[in-house]
């Protein structure tokens, strides 16, 4: 599964200057890490964003914004937006804004070592 590259490179504009930002191919399509973790990304043509509880319903009433969900199970927290919602580097701003502000109240993760396969854990 393709997803837009133009978008992902918008977004990556947005967030220059973003400190421990990190890309991971995830759903078929790319995620923009931030503390390793997920803030927004692209997947297919919509833009993915990390909302907060507080915001996730009012996030779902703006225009071209619906459930993150193809597997049948909206993933709570996650927010597609649809093409239209992002066509200005204005709205795509505000959109990754919120999740990269609700993103930096989160823990950070810590990296976790990897065990090889037959050794002693």
């Known amino acids: 599964?393709?997803?837009?590259?133009?978008?992902?490179?918008?977004?990556?504009?947005?967030?220059?200057?973003?400190?421990?930002?990190?890309?991971?191919?995830?759903?078929?399509?790319i995620a923009f890490m931030l503390?390793?973790?997920?803030?927004?990304?692209?997947?297919?043509?919509?833009?993915?964003?990390?909302?907060?509880?507080?915001?996730?319903?009012?996030?779902?009433?703006?225009?071209?914004a619906r459930p993150m969900d193809f597997t049948g199970r909206p993933l709570k927290g996650f927010v597609f937006i649809g093409p239209g919602g992002c066509r200005t580097d204005k709205a795509l701003a505000k959109w990754v804004k919120q999740a990269t502000d609700f993103v930096m109240t989160l823990p950070r993760k810590q990296r976790q070592k990897r065990t090889?396969?037959?050794?002693?854990?």
């Open 35 to 64: 503390h390793s973790n997920m803030c927004c990304g692209v997947l297919k043509d919509d833009l993915v964003v990390r909302v907060s509880p507080e915001r996730y319903e009012k996030a779902l009433s703006q225009p071209h």
């Open 116 to 121: 090889q396969k037959g050794k002693n854990r």
């Open 1 to 29: 599964m393709a997803y837009d590259g133009k978008l992902a490179d918008r977004i990556r504009k947005a967030l220059t200057g973003q400190k421990e930002l990190t890309e991971k191919k995830m759903f078929g399509g």
